[in-house]
């Protein structure tokens, strides 16, 4: 009997023991799950910000963001600037400047600095392909900040000259382009001959200010 009883406690403890270490093995189970479930959740947020998870059809080359607005004032060609940067979308970033089909001038960029012999011969196709540089040499996400400050402007009916100082704040792989350029920018604009008329950039004079790395450098280093 006491052999019997014996047995019995060994078992009853036996049993207990494995089922202590069930319920520890179950509650690590547990935890590791919930554990890479939120690590997951945190990573699937980190890639959308980026918007690298989304697939999308390739954009023809003619296709405008959404939020490209036709500049029927200067406030909104300058808005349209400032977004095309920082979405790097290089049409709507064109759209900004004087398209010869519509307009009988030529684009002109007066640059602060002559360390680039490239500036001095500027025009719309080396300002399109120095966007696409860009874009194509500055991180992912959220890599261009461009803001617009100490606006002056001097209008003349179909045409004006703004000023502004500038900010673009660049984050890049390439470290020879990545930083921060200020300056001022003297734009001046037109009506074109659309219908309705739209403002457009025709001639742009950039100006270091100080011994800040200006727009001038930044363009010169792109190439």
């Not at 940067?85 to 398209?99: G, I, P, R, S, T």
């Not at 890049?172 to 734009?187: L, S």
Request: net charge positive; proline share 4%.
């Amino acid at each position: 009997m006491k052999k019997i009883m014996g047995i019995s406690k060994n078992y009853f403890f036996k049993n207990r023991t494995q089922i202590k270490r069930i319920k520890t093995d179950f509650h690590r189970l547990a935890f590791e799950v919930i554990r890479d479930a939120l690590i997951f959740v945190f990573l699937i947020i980190g890639i959308t910000s980026c918007d690298l998870l989304t697939t999308r059809n390739p954009e023809k080359p003619d296709a405008l963001a959404s939020n490209n607005i036709p500049a029927m004032s200067p406030d909104i060609l300058f808005s349209n600037l400032k977004s095309a940067l920082q979405e790097k979308v290089v049409e709507n970033y064109m759209q900004c400047f004087a398209d010869p089909s519509f307009l009988q001038k030529e684009f002109r960029f007066i640059p602060s600095t002559t360390q680039y012999p490239i500036l001095n011969n500027w025009n719309l196709d080396l300002e399109k392909q120095n966007f696409v540089n860009l874009k194509s040499r500055s991180k992912t996400c959220n890599s261009i900040v461009f803001e617009l400050s100490n606006t002056t402007t001097t209008q003349f009916g179909d045409s004006a000259i703004y000023q502004y100082d500038y900010i673009l704040s660049l984050s890049a792989n390439d470290q020879n382009i990545n930083g921060v350029y200020k300056g001022r920018g003297e734009f001046k604009i037109f009506l074109d001959k659309r219908n309705p008329p739209q403002w457009v950039i025709v001639e742009w004079r950039d100006f270091a200010i100080g011994n800040s790395l200006s727009w001038s450098e930044l363009k010169g280093r792109l190439y």
